[in-house]
């Protein structure tokens, strides 16, 4: 079982409409969780991080984190061209485990 | 600017080269880590450093890697005999001293491209 799995393909979202995004990690123990945004051929930037059950709101993104599921989401509200990336959910045990990332798509 | 910063940004070589890759973290973080990147994958990590020790390596970094913080500043990560399986986005992120909400911020990434 990999420690981080985000197994939806790309994702295409009209623009202004919602973009939803799942994540689920192996490790009960884990802590820390994170969304990362990376636009093609740049690093990964950090937009969201959650540490405590239930949700976490900043701009248009909302994160949402369920420890006993072992599940986080990322929501983004209003969708821009301008989100259109991939996004990167990561679990933090001293080093980041990542998921493998779901592609964005958001179409004027 | 004092963001992570990562040397060179791109590098071509031929297979059986070694090559060399510089990181400066953010100027007042103790930990620096390391993690590739291939095409359509999360980063993968390599390892880490608190100050000039190195705490963890994964077992991804064979004996061909090697990586180093002597001064707790800079690192260094270097590859020896370069294979082509080793072309990846090479990435450097830094954070403060382990905290729970110490988050890492990443370099714009050394892209290695191997003939």
């Known amino acids: 079982q990999k420690e981080v799995e985000q197994n939806s393909g790309p994702l295409s979202v009209p623009e202004g409409a919602i973009a939803s995004l799942n994540c689920t990690y192996s490790?009960?123990?884990?802590?820390?969780f994170f969304w990362y945004r990376q636009y093609s051929g740049k690093s990964p930037e950090l937009i969201m991080s959650?540490?405590?059950?239930g949700d976490k709101e900043d701009g248009r993104f909302t994160a949402q984190l369920n420890k006993a599921s072992q599940y986080v989401s990322l929501l983004i509200r209003d969708s821009q061209p301008s989100d259109s990336a991939t996004y990167l959910c990561?679990?933090?045990?001293?080093?980041?485990?990542f998921g493998k990332g779901n592609q964005v798509v958001v179409i004027p | 600017d004092t963001g992570v910063s990562q040397d060179p940004r791109h590098k071509i070589t031929k297979r059986g080269q070694n090559v060399t890759f510089r990181c400066d973290p953010i100027?007042?973080?103790?930990?620096l880590y390391w993690y590739r990147q291939t095409l359509g994958q999360g980063p993968e990590f390599l390892t880490y450093?608190?100050?000039?020790?190195?705490?963890?390596k994964s077992r991804l970094l064979s004996d061909r890697f090697s990586a180093e913080r002597p001064k707790g500043s800079f690192s260094t990560l270097e590859i020896q005999r370069t294979e082509q399986g080793d072309s990846a986005m090479y990435l450097c992120?830094?954070?403060?001293?382990?905290?729970?909400?110490?988050?890492?911020?990443f370099g714009p990434g050394t892209r290695l491209t191997v003939l």
């Open positions: 450093f608190q100050n000039e020790a190195q705490l963890e």
């Open positions: 959650i540490y405590s059950n």
């Open positions: 992120a830094s954070s403060p001293t382990s905290g729970r909400q110490n988050t890492q911020y």
């Open positions: 990561a679990v933090r045990n001293n080093r980041l485990a």
């Open positions: 100027s007042e973080h103790n930990r």
């Open positions: 490790d009960r123990g884990s802590q820390s």
